[in-house]
């Protein structure tokens, strides 16, 4: 072979093996896209981080960064499940709420599992009363989820201040319990899988500056499989943890629909029932009349429709915290029953007691 015969098929080689490799990396570029689910980075000089949802782009990055001076501890507004919550105003003028890793946190696998767990699951959902989620970065110095910020904190803060749970009158708290009513029935009826929520307690329903409340913190949330068992490990905040989680450990929309009445009855009390959850079988505890068991910082109901959603919040709430799971209301049916309109009797608001609310009979005028 001539010497312009080797060189022309040593030309062919490298050109068909740069084609190969050419086409192997375009290949392994369009599975990594599809496999993170990464849409188009349409950051600009300002960090126009809701377009884009896996947003690790060196501007977007830059913004969070600057707006909270490197995670300084002033910008710090809380804690989570795992990692620490900030607040955090961008260039464009809004301001977002951040969850982060700590380092520490972000190699530990429990909690890199959680950071994904949150961020597949929000993706999935969009309800008015679930936290929105805006994107999320997994850079290398760290690891974070970005909200919508909710100005007004969680419920357990706001009963928690005297002042705050002053504003909190009745017909307000018994919207918070609705919309937090609305977002676990559309988790576990209007979604793909159903999703249980795992931890609903009042640090984890947030209120925005209308009071109006959103399901937060899905770190622990999990997507039912209908051919599993869904035996879990053992999550969620003492004191709202469903008591048949300690002997099945096989998670059920139950589990949530209990911690929902745990919640439900906490805002109508004022503080966490579990002195009076663990008395409800006692006849003294049942003789209570509900206008004895109402928070006190706040005048009692004076309206009929007040007198009527009060009590049917009470009612419903014991009937979601019944020992036996089977017993307890759907997150649907609790859904329905606030939203729709209450037969009445001539029962007097203030007579009504918790032993006849225990009986899911009574309706108040």
Known sequence: ?????????????????????????????????????????????????????NYDGKIAFEDIIQA???????????????????????PSG????????????????????SFC???EVLTEIRHCNIIKLYGYCLHNRCMFLVYEYLERGSLFCNLANEIEAQELNWSKRV???????????????????????????SNNVLLNSELEACVSDFGTARLLDPDSSNQTLLVGTY????????????????????????????????????????????????????????????????SRKDMQDVVH????????????????????DVANELSASKASTNLSFYDVSIYQLMQYQVHVI
């Open 175 to 201: 919207n918070i319990i609705k919309g937090t009513a609305y977002a676990l029935a559309h988790m576990h009826h209007h979604c793909p899988s159903p999703i249980v929520h795992r931890d609903v307690s």
């Open 68 to 90: 909270t001076e490197d995670f300084d501890i002033r910008y710090c507004i809380g804690t989570g499940a795992y990692g620490s919550v900030y607040e955090a105003r961008l």
């Open 313 to 332: 919040v009470v009612k419903l709430a014991l009937a979601c915290l019944s020992s036996d799971p089977k017993s307890r209301p759907s997150m649907q």
């Open 117 to 119: 767990n949150e961020v």
């Open 239 to 302: 004191g709202y943890i469903a008591p048949e989680l300690a002997y099945t450990m096989s998670v059920t929309t139950k589990c949530d629909v209990y911690s929902f009445g745990v919640v439900a009855l906490e805002t109508m009390m004022g503080h966490h029932p579990g002195e009076f959850m663990s008395t409800m079988s006692k006849p003294s505890t049942q003789q209570l009349l509900v206008k004895d068991v109402l928070d006190p910082r706040i005048p009692l109901p004076k």
């Open 1 to 53: 072979m001539t010497h312009f015969g080797r060189s022309l098929v040593l030309v062919i080689i490298v050109v068909c093996v740069t084609i190969s490799l050419g086409s192997v990396g375009i290949g392994i570029c369009i599975f990594r896209a599809r496999h993170h689910g990464k849409l188009e980075n349409k950051a600009t000089k300002n960090g126009d981080l809701f377009s884009i949802w």
């Open 94 to 113: 809004k301001t977002v709420a951040l969850k982060k890793l700590h380092k520490t946190e972000s190699e530990n696998p429990s909690y890199y599992k």
